[in-house]
Every structure is written in C-alpha cells, then in structure tokens.
T-cell receptor
C-alpha cells in the first residue's frame, strides 16, 4: 500500500532563505506527483505537477524534482517570502485514480 | 467563474442529524472525487465517480452515501452524524479517471457537536 511521507512536519525560516521540502513514497509505480499549497482555512492550490517520466518542473521561485526509482521528490523554494507561509502537500497519483497525500509541511517565513 | 464549487462552506450540526454537501464543477470533467481532511490535516480519498458511476470507494462507513445526478455534480449525504465526522471535506474533479491534474473545491468545514 502506497504511503507518502513529508519531512519536516514544520519549518520556520527568516525571509530570503532558500529552502527544501522533502517528500518520499513507498511504491515507485506512480503516474505523477503533485505539490499543493494550502493556506489556513482554504482549499488546495496546485503548484507543480511532475509526470513520472519527468525529472523536474519549475514555476517562478519553485522547483520540484522527482526521483521515481528512489521514491523521492523535493520542492525547492528560492528567496522565501512571508507570503510563502502555508502548508505544502505532496500527493502521488497511483494506478491513475485518486491522489494519495502526505501529511504536509507547515512553512512559516518571518519578515 | 469558480471551477469546482461546494456548498455550504461551513456546516455546524448536532450528532444524529443527516446532512448533505453539494459539489459542482463547470470544467466539463468526467471524474469527481470526495476527500476528507481530518483534524490532523491529513487528506484522504473517500469516493470517486467517473461519468456518474462509482469507481473508488475507500473504507468509509455506509452512513456516507455519494450521489451523482450528472457528471457535473457529486453530492455527499451523511446519515446519523457522529463527532468523528467533524472534518473538512474537499470535492475535486479531473478530466478523466487518472488524468494528471485534479482541481479542488474550497472545502466544506463540518462541525458535529
């Protein structure tokens, strides 16, 4: 059974720092991996989607990598800002059906 | 225009009541989902419908009954509500089952007292 783990559970950094969020999954047979952002009391916003055949995706200050064989993905955030404070969720799409989520990393960026 | 909408946004009710949450998507997608986010913020799939037919039914009490009157709507009816049902329920849709991207609604925060 697929399990998705995110480390760390919480992270606090000063503004301007570069940071890395980690996601690991136990079954490498995935179709794709998505990173989401969730603000308190809000829904999910898709940040980046990496297909199983891809190694990375970039959007602005965000870069997500995927190493399917080792069951790992990282989300790199460059030059963090207070507005980046949120919970970041990693989810894998396996067998082409529903997403399986990790428990998230709650990021706090102080000014 | 909201792609995936849910009503109500907040729902407070007493134990034992029956309630429904509605979801609509205007993306023309074939597949819709219900996820539950518990108090520890863990998101987990409950149901998935493809073109009005149930394709995923995780281990969910049979007090929960999804209904899809057409492929743009997937409603969630909950009977005999319990304290443990308190959570945020998210609806999502994708173009087809297994499509790369799922689009999420804003969530419905259910509080059972």
């Amino acid at each position: 059974k697929q399990e998705v783990t995110q480390i760390p559970a919480a992270l606090s950094v000063p503004e301007g720092e570069n940071l890395v969020l980690n996601c690991s999954f136990t079954d490498s047979a995935i179709y794709n991996l998505q990173w989401f952002r969730q603000d308190p009391g809000k829904g999910l916003t898709s940040l980046l989607l990496i297909q199983s055949s891809q190694r990375e995706q970039t959007s602005g200050r965000l870069n997500a990598s995927l190493d399917k064989s080792s069951g790992r993905s990282t989300l790199y955030i460059a030059a963090s800002q207070p507005g980046d404070s949120a919970t970041y969720l990693c989810a894998v799409n396996q067998a082409g059906t529903a997403l399986i989520f990790g428990k998230g990393t709650t990021l706090s960026v102080s000014s | 225009d909201t792609a995936v909408s849910q009503t109500p946004k907040y729902l407070v009710t007493q134990m034992g009541n029956d309630k429904s949450i509605k979801c609509e998507q205007n993306l023309g997608h074939d597949t819709m989902y219900w996820y539950k986010q518990d108090s520890k913020k863990f998101l987990k799939i409950m149901f998935s419908y493809n073109n009005k037919e149930l394709i995923i039914n995780e281990t969910v009490p049979n007090r929960f009954s999804p209904k899809s009157p057409d492929k743009a709507h997937l409603n969630l009816h909950i009977n005999s509500l319990e304290l443990g049902d308190s959570a945020v329920y998210f609806c999502a849709s994708s173009q087809v089952a297994g499509a790369p991207e799922q689009y999420f609604g804003p969530g419905t925060r259910l509080t059972v007292t």
